[in-house]
């Protein structure tokens, strides 16, 4: 960064805190964070979008490697582990149960437990491709496939919890 570490952690706090605050800015490149879900899109589109967004975070290199540090250092470091599940899929979570909540609340979904759905959707787009790719292994599916699997489970998630009304 061209500073002292002195700088880095005035600015920063700590070795965590640098940590956290990568695993936000990942969240951010790839549109996971508040700002995303201010938009008023149509709720199929935003997550279609979402579901993208993450699948490309889980499949990402840079994901997969923290994933498996996390892993691997869970019994003697689970800190790590606690603070990648905090900074990253516990804060999106959180924002896609405020999101749904939302759009419940306007009478569009039907979603009695929104935290419960939100992780439904997250652990869909969660899909064995990023299982696969966490392991070490080749994608079994094209990006067309891949994209093909993510529109089917919005649809999916949207029948399940479209409003009768």
């Known amino acids: ?75 003697t470091h689970p800190d790590v582990s606690e603070l990648f599940y905090s900074a990253g899929f516990e804060n999106l979570h959180r924002l896609l149960s405020d999101f749904l909540a939302q759009r419940a609340a306007s009478g569009e979904l039907d979603i009695p437990n929104t935290d419960a759905a939100a992780n439904q959707f997250l652990f869909m787009v969660n899909s064995a491709e990023a299982y696969r790719a966490h392991l070490g292994l080749k994608p079994k599916l094209s990006n067309q496939e891949q994209d093909d699997y993510l529109k089917n489970s919005v649809r999916f998630f949207l029948k399940g919890y479209r409003s009768e009304s």
């Open 1 to 75: 960064a061209g500073v002292s570490k002195q700088t880095v952690y005035s600015h920063f706090g700590s070795k965590e805190g640098i940590f956290v605050a990568s695993i936000e800015d990942k969240c951010i490149l790839n549109s996971l964070s508040s700002e995303f879900f201010q938009q008023q899109a149509p709720t199929a589109h935003m997550l279609l979008e979402l579901a993208r967004h993450f699948n490309d975070l889980l499949l990402s290199e840079e994901a997969t490697r923290i994933m498996r540090l996390c892993f691997t250092s869970a019994e």
